[in-house]
């Protein structure tokens, strides 16, 4: 048993789910409880989806259990055949209907419905939604693809891809496919098809018919992709473009495979992430700790924009999907950092406290840690809100996406003279750094607002009631210059002093000390 | 007549028998049976997690179990909610003995970390129930290693038993045997029942003290270890409609039921505080002078709003068993018309002075086919349908107007002060509408 407040990932169906809800003409009938009907509005309310997500729910009852589930189910796929008319359904159950083992496999399979119907085998006690994902994806593919399908010859014809990945309630998929394509109408490329966002069983039949595909996310594509590589000799593309560096290899990948040459997209006049990064106001951004924990495919990425787009120092990197561990800790490798590999987000709290960054990447989880430590966050992947469904095009990929990718991380943080004003007149009431950046009042840390602004007319200095520093080892003049170390630095400031008195056997930190440590910690 | 007649064209593959509950009213009754669009009991952790400060809720279920919980509350709770789910594995599911050890190590890591909690409740889920893993034999042995620094307790919320509310009727009927007994030769006491926000339970305290009963307890108390008293002299009035088990387990402890309306608009909870009144020998020149104040101010609020909705027609989808006392508000105080009336349960005898309002126009149905269901609302043409979150953005699709279900039961909607509040929520959909111009 694991003791969990919220989870990163929904149960394997629930991946099921977002391929369903993804494609047209496909139908899923589920065998589940009442109540596992809450998954529709994870579409409908997160996504703002103004269709119901194509799924039939059994919705068994205490009573039904050793007597007819069987029965209900079959009722429940015959009715949804006859009023939805799908090409295909897929059919599975959820964590309770697993324990019942009713195989609704095999109930569908014996009705003879007149449409294929795809059995799933996604055990709920051992998988998550990623991987619920992947293995229907791969599954409708292997199902459904014309494996007699004999590709045209080459010659005489543009190059064809299959661009692999998107789903419903993905993180910015919508906008990401829309850089994709732009990329291969740059370089001269048929889309075969877009999978499974969008594409009907009939448009997966002629899956075959690409010269290779694009897998936009390992998570979702990465096995189907690694089966057509089999069956239909489909190299693919898994070069992920997010970054400016990213995208650079992905259009070479992209062009080498289909004998196009990458100039044009290379040039892209509106990648704007480069000089924004070079110009000088990004100064401040130099070696600016960051904190990054998502799925692995984003945090790779975004790991590598941090150190090599934005010139970030990377302090923490991790992923909640242990089926990608190892690109994580190939990335966490280059980073010299510790890999972080949890579903738990108490450690990865933890993990965040320990390591003081200026600022977090991570998913709605981190932003709510990263609010409760009063840290910048800006969310860079899965689990997704209902505010990572933005009504603007906001992608990720491509160059446009290293161009939203630059504002968004930056917004959050204090900005370069700002920064140097807060350090130079920290007694200023009015100007504390407990208001945080000022062009974010919606961000900015609360804590100590009111007390700071009711203290400072009494006294020049702050009180020195909040209990940052532990008053037996700090002596009150060392406390009060802490206090004057800008706040997203000061934890950082007081672990390395605390570590370096410790390190000196002093049982007291003067004034003296912050300033030793801080010499012999300096960068 | 049976109380299970159904409806012509409409497919009666289900028939509930009709002996389960007292023949009060013959009215035919749609029901239903085939998916159902609502949330299981689990989901009234996210309201009853934050009435009972000092309780902790730990669901003993599946990864599905902690993603309903996270989804329902929105990913919006900042602080650490007082609910979690210990997510049972492929190992705890291969021997009952490990599952029972499994649970010991997962609650005594949480009262470690909470040290704050005071009453934890074990509860229930579909995989826990189908599995048969024994709640009740946990918490007792658990409870007698905790107490008295916690109370432990189980309930079910599990959607094979429970629908969305009547997962806090399981968790009431839950506190009722740990209730202490009252002083059998003690004054009559009233006993408020239904979790009611702290705003609204204020203002029910008030009027009870201005009527002059001055003995009041509320079910469930703020405090979960501060359970008012109960015995034979105990009178209990429903704040809420769901609550038939928890009903059962009070009388079984010899109280008994004060019937009235249920407290909604001028008209119910004028109803509700004259009964209690009444069976405490309160006068009626008394009452009617303590609740007129009330009452006008709820009819002068709900003036400006008739117009608004006054001849609108519509549907209920079947949600948290409050359909039938909120039609009968809108009906009657508001002049709306009533099309369908859905209810997951319709507990005739709880609703014994609610459905007489309704005419034989309209349609009462129990259970749910959604498919069915949704091809009436296409068919009826509703001005407003209420629904779930799952089918409202769908039907506003489909260019209905819909209100969520869940707001009602998310905000302070009973009594005198909150009844525009709750005609507000209808009235804000169609009001919307016309405005809108995109």
């Known amino acids: 048993m694991q003791l969990a407040v919220w989870t990163y990932e929904g149960p394997p169906h629930v991946g099921a789910m977002r391929i369903a809800t993804a494609m047209k003409g496909l139908h899923y009938v589920l065998h589940a409880p009442q109540g596992d009907t809450y998954a529709d509005l994870l579409f409908t309310m997160i996504e703002r989806r103004g269709q119901r997500p194509p799924v039939t729910y059994t919705t068994f009852e205490a009573r039904d259990l050793g007597k007819d589930t069987a029965q209900i189910f079959q009722d429940a796929a015959r009715e949804a055949v006859a009023r939805y008319n799908p090409q295909a359904i897929i059919v599975g159950a959820s964590c309770t209907a697993e324990l019942i083992q009713d195989d609704p496999g095999g109930l569908a399979e014996a009705m003879g419905l007149p449409c294929p119907a795809i059995a799933l085998e996604l055990p709920s006690y051992q998988r998550k939604e990623h991987w619920g994902a992947a293995e229907t994806f791969y599954q409708i593919v292997r199902h459904l693809a014309d494996k007699s399908l004999v590709r045209e010859p080459r010659e005489g014809r543009r190059a064809r891809a299959n661009i692999l990945g998107p789903t419903a309630l993905g993180f910015r998929h919508r906008d990401d496919l829309v850089e994709i394509r732009k990329i291969l109408d740059c370089l001269d490329i048929e889309v075969n098809l877009v999978a499974p966002l969008g594409a009907s069983p009939a448009d997966i039949a002629r899956i075959g018919a690409a010269d290779f595909n694009i897998v936009m996310y390992p998570e979702i594509a990465d096995e189907a992709s690694r089966w057509l590589e089999k069956t239909f000799s489909q190299p693919a593309v898994r070069t992920v473009p997010i970054g400016v560096g990213a995208t650079r290899s992905f259009i070479a990948d992209v062009a080498e495979l289909a004998g196009a040459d990458p100039t044009p997209a290379l040039g892209d006049t509106s990648s704007r992430m480069p000089w924004w990064s070079r110009s000088v106001d990004s100064t401040y951004l130099t070696g600016k700790r960051v904190f990054i924990f998502g799925d692995a495919t984003h945090a790779v990425a975004a790991a590598r924009i941090a150190r090599e787009e934005l010139g970030f120092e990377v302090c923490g990197l991790g992923c909640y999907n242990r089926e990608f561990a190892r690109d994580i800790r190939a990335e966490a490798a280059r980073c010299g950092v510790e890999p972080l590999i949890t579903d738990d987000h108490l450690t990865v709290e933890d993990a965040i406290t320990a390591a003081c960054p200026e600022l977090v990447l991570g998913t709605q989880m981190e932003r709510h840690i990263a609010k409760r430590l009063g840290l910048p966050c800006a969310v860079i992947s899965a689990p997704v809100h209902v505010q990572d469904f933005p009504a603007r095009h906001s992608p990720q990929m491509g160059f446009e996406g290293a161009n939203v990718i630059f504002d968004t991380w930056v917004h959050p943080l204090v900005m370069g003279l700002e920064e140097h004003l807060l350090t130079m007149f920290r007694e200023d009431f009015e100007f504390a750094d407990e208001h945080g950046a000022s062009h974010l009042a919606a961000h900015s840390p609360k804590a100590a607002k009111v007390a700071a602004v009711s203290e400072a007319p009494v006294a020049d200095i702050p009180a020195p009631a909040v209990a940052e520093a532990d008053g037996s080892l700090w002596t009150a003049e060392a406390e009060r210059e802490l206090k004057k170390i800008p706040f997203f630095v000061r934890g950082k400031a007081k672990r390395n002093t605390e570590a370096f008195a410790a390190a000196e056997g002093l049982t007291r930190i003067e004034l003296e000390t912050l300033y030793d440590a801080k010499a012999h910690y300096a960068r | ?438």
């Open chain 2, 1 to 438: 007549m049976s109380d299970a007649t159904l409806l012509d064209g409409c497919s009666a593959d289900y028939v509930a028998p009709a002996t389960d509950r007292p023949a009060r009213d013959d009215r035919p009754v749609l029901r239903e049976r085939g998916q159902r669009e609502v949330f299981c009991g689990l989901t009234g952790i996210i309201w009853l997690h934050r009435k009972m400060q000092d309780a902790f809720f730990l669901v003993v279920g599946s990864r599905t179990c902690a993603h309903l919980l996270q989804s329902a509350a929105g990913v919006m709770i900042f602080a650490e909610p007082r609910f979690a789910t210990a997510i049972m594995e492929e190992r705890d599911l291969a021997g009952m003995a490990d599952a029972q050890e499994e649970l010991d190590r997962v609650v005594s890591r949480l009262l470690e970390r909470r040290p704050d909690i005071k009453t934890l409740f074990l509860v229930g889920s579909c995989p826990s129930e189908v599995i048969k893993l024994d709640l009740a034999k946990a918490a007792q042995r658990l409870g007698a290693q905790y107490m008295p620094r916690v109370r432990i307790l189980n309930y079910t919320g599990s959607g094979i038993e429970t629908t969305f509310t009547q997962g806090e009727d399981t968790c009431l009927a839950a506190l009722v045997p740990v209730m202490p007994a009252s002083d059998p030769q003690a004054d009559k006491q009233l006993l408020i029942v239904g979790s009611l926000p702290d705003i609204v339970e204020d203002q029910f305290l008030r009027l009870f003290a201005e009527l002059g009963i001055t003995n009041v307890g509320v079910l469930p108390a703020r405090n979960s270890r501060d359970l008012p008293s109960l015995g034979a002299n105990t009178r209990y009035i429903l704040a809420q409609p769901f609550l038939g088990e928890t009903a059962m387990a009070l009388e079984n402890r010899g109280a008994r039921r004060v019937e009235a309306m249920f407290p909604f608009g001028a008209e119910g909870t004028t109803d509700w505080l004259a009964a209690a009144a009444r069976e405490f020998g309160i006068d009626e020149a008394h009452i009617a002078r303590v609740l007129a104040p009330g009452r006008e101010r709820a009819n002068k609020a709900l003036a400006k709003l008739r117009g608004e909705l006054a001849g609108k027609r519509i549907t209920f989808l079947p949600d948290s068993q409050l359909e039938v006392p909120l039609a009968r508000f809108l009906q009657n105080e508001l002049g709306m018309e009533l099309v369908e009336v859905g209810t997951p349960y319709l507990h005739r005898a709880h609703l014994a002075r609610e459905l007489p309002h309704f005419s034989d126009a309209v349609r009462l149905s129990e259970g749910q086919h959604v498919e069915r269901q949704l091809d009436r609302v296409r068919a009826d043409k509703p001005d407003i349908t209420v629904c779930g979150l799952g089918l409202a953005n769908p039907l506003e699709g489909e260019g209905f107007t819909t209100k969520w279900a869940i707001e009602l039961v998310f905000s302070p909607i009973h009594g005198f002060d909150q009844a525009a509040d709750l005609a507000e929520l209808f009235a804000r959909p169609l009001r919307r509408r016309d405005r809108l111009e995109v």
